[in-house]
């Protein structure tokens, strides 16, 4: 079967954040935080490399209100905003996503779970394979026997993972998959704040609906009189009926959100290897540029590119470092010349030219170093600034 992995980003971005941010939160030096687009990517490309996927596709929140608020007004009423130094690297996450080819799906009115809920089917009437990643176990409840759900956790910058399937749940919590909806709706979710049943916590609930096995069938035996609940429980339980329902609801994933995106939009594509790199080089992400070779892969499509060269004079070229500067990034080629220092019998390379390649215009200026000085003048700067991608080819 064909592998779709479906990733929920809010949920992984903000485990990656946690997990690697210890005493000091990596950064770059102009202080932008790194430590959560670090983590994701870690766990992005982990169970890319375990699954070899054929699709992909990345679900995040949006900020407005979804139904479940306007079911309940206190939905997620108690949740604490994201922190400012999480909700600066969103945006980061999204960028290398893209540069990446990967799919991004947002839809308004609807939750991340919401999407990957809708996703899996999706990829299930295409007789896929589907891995859902995320650190939400809410989403158990979508897992069938062709949708799994991985649980990732991240230490030191060390990611683990476990896998959820059908048979892993029932070993776990003694219930198919979709009957873990009623359990929620027993007794409510804190982090959600959707109520539940007073008093009525995961262990009653599980044991509640392995007895009478749904919501539904629980109140249909009390009010027949068959049930075997007691004291302040069977009280609770009682009076709060339409509680127990609305909570069932709110914590229910929809499995048809109108996305209308075919499995063949999900495809895994290409990446934009110079815009990655470039990405990759500002957030001084080493790791993930020698893991990739980046470097030698956009080295080695250079010299396919049929360019324009311009000779050009050194006292010529400050329009091309402004340039440079502008755009924070420059491609280039030193041409070399072996000498022989008599003095020592070393051959040492020396120098003679700079190549610079012009990726808008399809072009190369080429510049012969006459004045050695004049051209570490003009050039100092830009190989010493950390903030332009320097790339050689």
Not at 261 to 286: C, T
Not at 369 to 374: A, N, P, R, S, V
């Amino acid at each position: 079967m064909k592998q779709l992995v479906l990733v929920d980003g809010n949920s992984i971005a903000n485990r990656a954040f946690y997990g690697i941010m210890g005493n000091k939160m990596l950064m770059t030096s102009d202080g932008t935080y790194t430590n959560a687009v670090y983590g994701f990517l870690s766990i992005l490309f982990k169970i890319i490399d375990d699954i070899k996927p054929e699709y992909i596709a990345v679900a995040f929140d949006l900020k407005a209100p979804t139904k479940r608020h306007k079911m309940y007004e206190g939905y997620k009423a108690t949740r604490k905003g994201m922190p400012e130094e999480l909700a600066s690297q969103m945006p980061i996450i999204k960028e290398i996503l893209e540069a990446m080819n990967i799919k991004i799906i947002e839809k308004e009115g609807y939750e991340a779970d919401d999407i990957l809920g809708t996703l899996s089917r999706v990829g299930e009437r295409n007789e896929c394979s589907v891995t859902i990643l995320s650190g939400d176990r809410d989403t158990f409840q979508l897992v069938t026997n062709n949708i799994k759900v991985r649980i990732p956790r991240t230490k030191m910058g060390k990611t683990e993972t476990e896998d959820f399937t059908e048979e892993k749940i029932e070993e776990v919590y003694g219930l198919t998959p979709k009957k873990l909806i009623d359990v929620k709706g027993l007794m409510g979710d804190s982090s959600d704040n959707i109520p539940g049943v007073p008093g009525v916590g995961e262990k009653t609930a599980l044991n509640l609906v392995k007895k009478y096995n749904s919501i539904d069938e629980l109140y249909k035996k009390i009010e027949l009189g068959e049930d075997d609940l007691k004291g302040a429980t069977r009280e609770k339980i009682v009076n709060n009926k339409e509680m127990a329902i609305l909570s069932r609801e709110l914590g229910t994933i929809d499995i048809n959100v109108p996305l209308n995106i075919e499995i063949d939009e999900l495809k895994v594509k290409d990446w934009d290897k110079i815009k990655v790199l470039e990405i990759f080089n500002k957030l001084r992400f080493n790791r993930f540029i020698e893991r990739f070779n980046l470097n030698g892969e956009i080295n080695s499509n250079s010299n396919k590119v049929e360019l324009d060269i311009d000779v050009v004079k050194i006292e010529e070229i400050d329009n091309i470092i402004n340039k440079i500067k502008k755009d924070k990034k420059i491609f280039y080629y030193l041409g070399k010349e072996e000498t022989d220092f008599e003095s020592n019998n070393i051959i040492k390379k020396e120098i003679k030219n700079i190549s610079i390649y012009d990726d808008k215009q399809n072009k190369i200026y080429y510049i012969n170093i006459d004045e050695k000085e004049q051209f570490k003048d003009k050039f100092k700067n830009i190989f010493e600034n950390k903030d332009i991608l320097k790339i050689r080819i």
